[in-house]
């Protein structure tokens, strides 16, 4: 999934080996939601950052199967088992409309915290707002 949006001019195959073969990658968790037939809907993967945040990234949906909620799903999911492992501080990097994350609790941090042309970097968390304020507060660079 997400060969659509991050492959280039790679094709299947070579797009598909460098995510197999990427130091990244191995480094996340990968969730993955099915649909009823146990085919892939959607997919993300999830990277602990620190002892208190984590870092939600490569949310992708095949394009045949967008608008139909699955990410939603998906997201919602994860989010309750991070907040089960009590990890209070989720950052995303939003590469579509900020507003759809805003809709799971993350805020985009103020401009000074951005450093990715063409993804707004954003956190969720019960005390973002205290985080944020932090001497020494430092968010992802990307992951």
């Known amino acids: 999934m997400g060969r ?67 990410a939603t799903r998906l997201i919602r999911s994860v989010l309750r088992r991070l907040d089960r492992r009590r990890v209070p501080h989720v950052f995303l990097f939003a590469d579509i409309a900020p507003e759809f994350y805003a809709r799971f609790g993350f805020a985009a941090l103020p401009g000074r915290h951005q450093k990715r042309d063409g993804s707004v970097c954003m956190l969720r968390g019960r005390s973002a707002h205290g985080r944020l304020k932090a001497d020494g507060f430092r968010p992802p660079d990307y992951f």
Request: proline share 7%; net charge positive; hydrophobic share 30%.
């Open 4 to 70: 659509d949006a991050w492959a280039g001019k790679k094709r299947t195959p070579e797009y598909l080996d460098s995510c197999r073969n990427s130091p990244k990658y191995e480094k996340g968790e990968w969730f993955l939601l099915e649909d009823g037939r146990g085919v892939p809907a959607a997919s993300l993967i999830v990277y602990r950052l620190t002892s208190d945040s984590a870092g939600i990234g490569s949310i992708a949906v095949p394009p045949k199967k967008r608008g139909k909620g699955l």
